[in-house]
């Protein structure tokens, strides 16, 4: 499974952006997809994920504001961000498993900064 992430950029706070995650390879075996990001100095920490099924599970610092859905007709995973805030710039990551047991496979980070 090949994950590529895009859509990262600068906003002012309180502005939006939309990350996309383009999954190719052997997708058939992937049964949740995920972001995470990466603060300087910081663990890689769960922002949201989603499932086949479509349960989703958010962070509870993005709960309201952050979407993440998936089109599965575009192999594409997406993160809606809205109403950003400084503590959002970050790193983010796509990622996706069979499940906990399974591999789990990573996308290149997106970087993402939000200016005060």
């Known amino acids: 499974v090949q994950l590529q992430a895009s859509g990262g950029g600068l906003v002012h706070d309180g502005g939006s952006l939309r990350l996309s995650c383009a999954a190719s390879g052997s997708i058939f075996t992937i049964n949740i997809m995920e972001w995470y990001r990466q603060a300087p100095g910081k663990q890689r920490e769960l922002v949201a994920s989603?499932?086949?099924?479509?349960?989703?599970n958010y962070a509870d610092s993005v709960k309201g504001r952050f979407t993440i859905s998936r089109d599965s007709g575009k192999n594409t995973l997406y993160l809606q961000m809205n109403n950003l805030k400084p503590e959002d710039t970050a790193v983010y990551y796509c990622?996706?498993?069979?499940?906990?047991?399974?591999?789990?496979?990573w996308g290149q980070g997106t970087k993402v900064t939000v200016s005060s």
């Open positions: 989603i499932t086949n099924g479509g349960m989703t």
């Open positions: 990622g996706a498993t069979r499940g906990r047991l399974a591999p789990y496979y």
